[in-house]
């Protein structure tokens, strides 16, 4: 079982601290909340339609076509997707906003969802279809502490393309802006998965598909060090024991002004010695527990680690991981799916939280094809799951023909105590702060 740091840095993670470590350590070392913002809720939607629509651009590219031919099937292939996440969509905007106005949310979605299909047909015109298209595929790479989920990958036999869906808003990408950082980083994760450096990007095509087109960033030197160097830094911001709280890359337009300002000017009293007294104890206690929780959340990792390091019979011994499952079938409302192993699962019970990999041969266990999702029940025929972000049909169509295997997960629930500690020290009233100082104590 492996031992020590199983702290993992992930893609979106490092582009944000490649642009500024500051910004990082605002929001997953500190606590602030986002900001968000209303384009997000329409990209959210575009978002999970292509994740859902890996099928429809296979068949559509397979009809080969003119650009507004290949355009004009998609967008009829992508329509009933479309409908079937409408509804959910707008379920998920009530249970998190009080005041939208849907209406106006779905017409921005829509113009985006065609532009992004515009820019799909004029990446596909001209191009052979590929043998395979994976969408939403999460990849950890334990050796490199680097995990992230991929929009899309389009698999040739000799070559692949690292694709990312940028639907959050209709910016064109920058060369060495998020975006940029982001696929690079997503790029080496790609190359880990077919057995390359993760530094050699001679068979990957790096491609942003945006409202207004395709982007086709280059991995150059610069840009691959870059991603390194804050890949290094956010695994040490969130290590204990190597905390780096000095970055080199800052926002040229800070877009959190008062947090940024605040914690600044606090760390920069407190290595000057000026910090007072009771604002001195008060940031070292928080920092203590900070840092206890941000320990804890490498639990939501440690099975990764365990299943990259061991062989299946030991992981299977500590039901940690199964295999022999195949899927059989659907249910009948689409949402979960069947997974058939016999004499069913000694290792799960309802409501176990899952990841479903099929195991592709070559490949590492945790960079094969997966889905997210938790068990509704367990039984002598093997286990009935509920998917997370897929759906039943897509999954069962980047699953066909490969064997299935099962491993638990955990769900990371930390940015809440986060953001709780974030408010006790920047903005709790006094009474409040002296309450919490007291309830922090020393553990």
Not at 372 to 397: C, K, M, Q, Y
Request: glycine residues 8%; proline residues 4%.
């Amino acid at each position: 079982m492996p031992q020590g740091d199983t702290h993992v840095a992930m893609s979106s993670w490092i582009a944000v601290a490649g642009l500024c470590g500051w910004k990082f350590r605002l929001g997953l070392v500190f606590g602030v909340p986002g900001s968000g913002g209303l384009g997000s809720l329409a990209g959210l939607y575009v978002h999970k339609v292509l994740a859902r629509s890996g099928g429809a651009i296979e068949r559509v590219w397979a009809s080969r076509g003119s650009q507004s031919e290949i355009a004009t099937r998609l967008d009829r292939e992508i329509e009933p997707i479309r409908g079937e996440t409408l509804g959910e969509w707008k379920r998920d905007l009530e249970d998190r906003f009080e005041l939208v106005d849907f209406e106006a949310q779905e017409l921005i979605a829509g113009a985006r969802l065609h532009g992004m299909i515009e820019g799909l047909a004029q990446y596909m015109v001209g191009r052979s279809p590929p043998d395979r298209i994976l969408t939403e595929l999460q990849i950890t790479n334990t050796t490199a502490h680097q995990e992230g989920r991929v929009d899309a990958i389009f698999e040739w036999p000799d070559h692949y393309s690292t694709v990312d869906f940028k639907t959050y808003s209709d910016d064109e990408p920058r060369s060495h802006g998020y975006d940029h950082l982001q696929i690079v980083s997503n790029g080496m994760l790609a190359n880990y998965r077919y057995g390359r450096p993760e530094l050699d990007f001679t068979n990957n095509e790096l491609l942003v598909v945006y409202t207004g087109g395709i982007y086709l960033p280059r991995a150059t030197d610069r840009m691959i060090e870059k991603v390194v160097a804050a890949r290094s830094y956010v695994l040490g911001c969130l290590t204990p024991d190597r905390v780096q709280t000095i970055t080199q890359e800052a926002c040229y337009r800070c877009e959190r002004p008062e947090a940024c300002g605040y914690y600044k000017d606090v760390e920069r009293l407190h290595r000057s010695g000026q910090l007072p007294e009771s604002e001195e104890e008060l940031r070292r206690r928080i920092w203590h527990r900070r840092y206890a929780v941000l320990d804890f959340r490498q639990i939501s990792h440690r099975n990764k680690f365990i299943v990259s390091l061991n062989d299946l019979p030991t992981l299977e011994k500590f039901k940690i991981l199964e295999t022999g499952y195949s899927m059989r079938a659907r249910t009948s409302d689409g949402k979960a799916v069947l997974l058939t192993k016999k004499g069913g699962s000694r290792a799960f019970l309802d409501g176990d939280l899952i990841r479903v990999i099929g195991v592709e041969k070559d490949k590492p266990t945790l960079a094969c094809v997966s889905f997210n999702g938790s068990v509704v029940t367990a039984n002598n025929d093997g286990i009935e799951v509920t998917l997370s972000e897929h759906t039943a049909s897509d999954a069962s169509r980047q699953l066909t023909g490969l064997p299935v295997a099962v491993m638990r997960t955990e769900i990371d629930l930390t940015r809440r105590e986060l953001q709780a500690l974030d408010y006790i020290q920047r903005r709790a009233p006094t009474q409040i702060r002296e309450i919490a100082q007291a309830l922090l104590g020393e553990d």
